[in-house]
């Protein structure tokens, strides 16, 4: 007999993930001078669902997030955003779209002038004017809490720890209730503890907001941990897509050797 809980399933479902792609990335090039970096690149992400791009540093995985969200534009091939190509949008489309993705970038994820409540504060100031001061405040409140970083809303960034500022990025990231997530090295340069407090904290922001997400990383073990698919990047191409198993049981020469490196 089908219980509550299965009909409550049936008919949230497809709601829940249509199957199609919320960020579709479709035979992608982009050459620097004479350097091609990305030489062919088919992805695709749902809604709920976490991608791991992975690869050894230069191989274009920062380029990569950059392009989805049209900060630069492909050679050729096409970034889908819910089924629309972002090329030749104009600003004001762009922008749109823009405000449904939330970005922590490789470097500088903070604005090292404002405070905690401030960084999370901006997003909302430029784009939800219709938001009262105490409102927004309200809601800063609500996302540092999320990120577990109440407690250090008047802290300067240059105040707090690696970790710390990266969960203080994550909530500037979600100020604006995004569809889709790209987080670029979430991890990098972090002791494994804070890296831990991190995978935990993406993976329950996912599970709790289900975005479509990427996050680039050269870190295998954050990549298994975060993802429910894994793409790995050499000299331009995805040389394999798929769950952590499948990389393991590859024979791919290059598969084999980044995952017994990393
Ligand atoms: N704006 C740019 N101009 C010229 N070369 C660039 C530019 N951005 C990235 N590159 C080159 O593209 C390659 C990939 O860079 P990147 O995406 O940052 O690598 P990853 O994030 O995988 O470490 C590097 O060789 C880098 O020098
Ligand atoms: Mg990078």
């Given at each position: ?25 479709e035979d992608?090039r982009?050459?620097y001078?004479?350097?091609t ?32 969200i049209?900060?630069e534009t492909?050679?050729?091939g096409?970034?889908r955003i819910h ?9 004001d ?7 449904k993705?939330g970005?922590?970038f490789?470097h500088?994820?903070?604005?090292d002038?404002?405070t ?19 409102e ?8 540092l809490?999320e990120?577990?970083m109440?407690g ?11 970790g710390m ?19 670029d090295?979430?991890t990098?340069?972090?002791d494994?503890?804070s890296?831990?407090e991190?995978n ?5 922001l996912?599970?709790?907001?289900r ?5 680039v990383?050269?870190?295998l073990h ?7 698919s894994?793409?790995?990047l050499?000299?331009?191409k995805?040389v394999?897509?798929?769950k ?16 017994k490196?990393?």
């Amino acid at each position: 007999m089908a219980t509550a809980y299965d009909i409550a399933m049936k008919h949230t479902e497809p709601e829940e993930n249509d199957g199609a792609p919320v960020v579709a990335v479709e035979d992608v090039r982009k050459t620097y001078a004479s350097h091609t970096v990305l030489d062919g690149i088919n992805l695709h992400v749902t809604r709920g669902e976490t991608l791991a791009v992975l690869g050894r540093s230069g191989t274009g995985k920062s380029v990569l997030l950059r392009l989805i969200i049209g900060l630069e534009t492909p050679d050729s091939g096409s970034i889908r955003i819910h089924g629309q190509d972002i090329a030749g949008l104009g600003m004001d489309r762009m922008g749109e779209i823009r405000k449904k993705m939330g970005f922590l970038f490789q470097h500088a994820a903070l604005y090292d002038s404002l405070t905690v409540a401030e960084n999370v504060a901006f997003p909302l100031v430029h784009h939800r004017r219709d938001m009262s001061r105490s409102e927004r405040g309200d809601r800063v409140m609500q996302l540092l809490a999320e990120v577990g970083m109440e407690g250090d809303v008047d802290k300067m960034p240059s105040d707090i720890s690696g970790g710390m500022q990266k969960r203080v990025g994550l909530a500037r990231a979600l100020a604006l209730e995004p569809e889709i997530l790209l987080l670029d090295e979430p991890t990098a340069g972090l002791d494994p503890i804070s890296s831990g407090e991190i995978n935990d904290l993406i993976l329950k922001l996912q599970r709790e907001r289900r975005m479509a997400s990427i996050v680039v990383t050269h870190d295998l073990h954050s990549a298994r941990t975060i993802a429910n698919s894994l793409a790995l990047l050499d000299q331009g191409k995805v040389v394999i897509e798929g769950k952590f198993e499948d990389l393991q049981q590859s024979h791919v020469a290059f598969v084999e050797k980044f995952l017994k490196q990393s």
